[in-house]
């Protein structure tokens, strides 16, 4: 059978002998991602430090330090929720979600605006953007509320309610505009939903949906005289299609990554890159950071980087297989299409065979809340390793006994 028809059984439906909470010390975390973390955030850091040294005048370490504070600071967070049992925050979900629904209506209240968007609240010399915490946010809870319906996730209310769930904070965040971690939120409840066990006529409807949806906002309302989406973003959308169209205008920003990309050949150009150095690559910090990766370190450092991906994908998967219960496990297959998706759409904007949605490289773009917020999801993927290599360990002293 596979996996959209057969549900993952919860922690509820094992026999008692089995609810067993860990108790002792907690086994070790997972050597091997940490291992992938602290290697993108090494590559994130030696990229970003090259990359924009002239950037801000008199202080060409100015990205590299305040990323490396992201980094501890996400790195200190990531270690306080190993040591927490995971199973608390599934009482506290409508908490998360509340807050999740309050700081996106703070954005638009108190939110700075840059670059024709507003999606951060200014904290300091640090901007909070609530969109990318929220997508930690959507896993727990979407988790939280899969679980609890395990025994009717073949029902069209069990979906419907999953879908609702994700969809109303994605449609106030898209309005900010930000329609990448709109995105991100959507592609989060579909995975959810696939290891939950949801029936695949039931992807098959929302996929009908999708297409419904997509031909309204792109045709049925702009000839209606109804613009859901600002020009720009239609034109990122539409421009990877023809991407030589106009290099000046919308296929500008590809046309400039593809450039870069070509040009580090094997081994990348170092300090020629002058792409990156030249400014002729927008956003080389963050939205286009493999484009510089590309460009300075050539296909080695392109596929160093995409190994340490494929390497993060492998331990969430397997973390999800060891979870001690469905909630467990819906939260680590949520964190792995988080992570997947975003790295997926990021490096195919890179390449022009994705559109530009502004979905940052997780651990490798610029960016505080991006970061943290990656780490945080690290963190629980650690604790779900943790406490279910425990459950595991005294379920056996159980049996043998």
Same mark, same amino acid.
């Given at each position: 059978?596979?996996?959209?028809?057969?549900?993952?059984?919860?922690?509820?439906?094992?026999?008692?002998?089995?609810?067993?909470?860990? $108790?002792?010390?907690?086994?070790?975390?997972?050597?091997?991602?940490?291992?992938?973390?602290?290697?993108?955030?090494?590559?994130?850091?030696?990229? %970003?430090?090259?990359?924009?040294?002239?950037?801000?005048?008199?202080?060409?370490?100015?990205?590299?330090?305040?990323?490396? %504070?992201?980094?501890?600071?996400?790195?200190?967070?990531?270690?306080?929720?190993?040591?927490?049992? *995971?199973?608390?925050?599934?009482?506290?979900?409508? *908490?998360?979600?509340?807050?999740?629904?309050?700081? %996106?209506?703070?954005?638009?209240?108190?939110?700075?605006?840059?670059?024709?968007?507003?999606?951060?609240?200014?904290?300091?010399?640090?901007?909070?953007?609530?969109?990318?915490?929220?997508?930690?946010?959507?896993?727990?809870?979407?988790?939280?509320?899969?679980?609890?319906?395990?025994?009717?996730?073949?029902?069209?209310?069990?979906?419907?309610?999953?879908?609702?769930?994700?969809?109303?904070?994605?449609?106030?965040?898209?309005?900010?505009?930000?329609?990448?971690?709109?995105?991100?939120? #959507?592609?989060?409840?579909?995975?959810?939903?696939?290891?939950?066990?949801?029936?695949?006529?039931?992807?098959?409807?929302?996929?009908?949906?999708?297409?419904?949806?997509?031909?309204?906002?792109?045709?049925?309302?702009?000839?209606?005289?109804?613009?859901?989406?600002?020009?720009?973003?239609?034109?990122?959308?539409?421009?990877?299609?023809?991407?030589?169209?106009?290099?000046?205008?919308?296929? *500008?920003?590809?046309? $400039?990554?593809?450039?870069?990309?070509?040009?580090?050949?094997?081994?990348?150009?170092?300090?020629?890159?002058?792409?990156?150095?030249?400014?002729?690559?927008?956003?080389?910090?963050?939205?286009?950071?493999?484009?510089?990766? #590309?460009?300075? *370190?050539?296909?080695?450092?392109?596929?160093?980087?995409?190994?340490?991906?494929?390497?993060?994908?492998?331990?969430?998967?397997?973390?999800?297989?060891?979870?001690?219960?469905?909630?467990?496990?819906?939260?680590?297959?949520?964190?792995?299409?988080?992570?997947?998706?975003?790295?997926?759409?990021?490096?195919?904007?890179?390449?022009?065979?994705?559109?530009?949605?502004?979905?940052?490289?997780?651990?490798?773009?610029?960016?505080?809340?991006?970061?943290?917020?990656?780490?945080?999801?690290?963190?629980?993927?650690?604790?779900?390793?943790?406490?279910?290599?425990?459950?595991?360990?005294?379920?056996?002293?159980?049996?043998?006994?």
């Amino acid at each position: 059978m596979s996996a959209a028809s057969t549900p993952l059984r919860d922690v509820d439906d094992a026999p008692p002998r089995d609810r067993v909470r860990p $108790q002792g010390m907690a086994l070790p975390f997972d050597v091997v991602l940490v291992l992938g973390v602290v290697g993108l955030a090494i590559c994130s850091l030696i990229t %970003i430090r090259a990359s924009t040294a002239d950037d801000i005048a008199g202080d060409p370490r100015y990205y590299f330090k305040r990323q490396l %504070i992201f980094f501890i600071a996400g790195g200190v967070l990531s270690l306080a929720l190993v040591k927490l049992d *995971y199973a608390r925050l599934r009482a506290a979900r409508w *908490y998360f979600y509340g807050f999740l629904m309050v700081s %996106i209506f703070a954005v638009k209240v108190m939110g700075a605006t840059a670059k024709g968007a507003q999606r951060s609240i200014p904290l300091g010399p640090f901007q909070f953007q609530a969109s990318e915490l929220g997508k930690v946010i959507v896993v727990i809870v979407l988790a939280a509320f899969a679980a609890e319906r395990a025994r009717r996730i073949n029902e069209r209310d069990s979906t419907a309610r999953i879908m609702l769930l994700a969809l109303i904070p994605a449609a106030f965040v898209m309005v900010q505009p930000d329609l990448g971690s709109a995105l991100v939120y #959507g592609a989060i409840s579909l995975a959810i939903l696939f290891f939950a066990g949801t029936p695949v006529r039931h992807f098959l409807a929302l996929v009908a949906l999708g297409a419904v949806a997509i031909s309204i906002v792109l045709v049925a309302a702009p000839a209606a005289g109804v613009e859901v989406l600002h020009g720009y973003q239609k034109d990122r959308l539409t421009s990877f299609l023809h991407p030589s169209a106009d290099t000046s205008q919308e296929g *500008y920003q590809q046309h $400039q990554s593809l450039i870069a990309i070509g040009s580090g050949q094997k081994t990348g150009r170092g300090d020629h890159a002058t792409q990156t150095n030249d400014n002729f690559l927008p956003e080389h910090h963050t939205d286009f950071i493999q484009s510089v990766v #590309g460009e300075r *370190y050539g296909f080695v450092g392109s596929a160093l980087v995409l190994s340490l991906y494929a390497l993060l994908i492998w331990r969430g998967l397997r973390i999800l297989t060891m979870a001690k219960d469905l909630f467990g496990a819906l939260m680590a297959g949520g964190i792995v299409a988080m992570l997947l998706f975003q790295v997926f759409v990021n490096v195919g904007m890179t390449l022009g065979i994705m559109p530009i949605t502004g979905i940052p490289l997780p651990l490798m773009s610029y960016g505080g809340s991006s970061v943290m917020s990656t780490l945080l999801a690290i963190g629980l993927l650690q604790s779900i390793y943790v406490h279910g290599r425990s459950s595991a360990a005294m379920k056996g002293r159980i049996m043998s006994h």
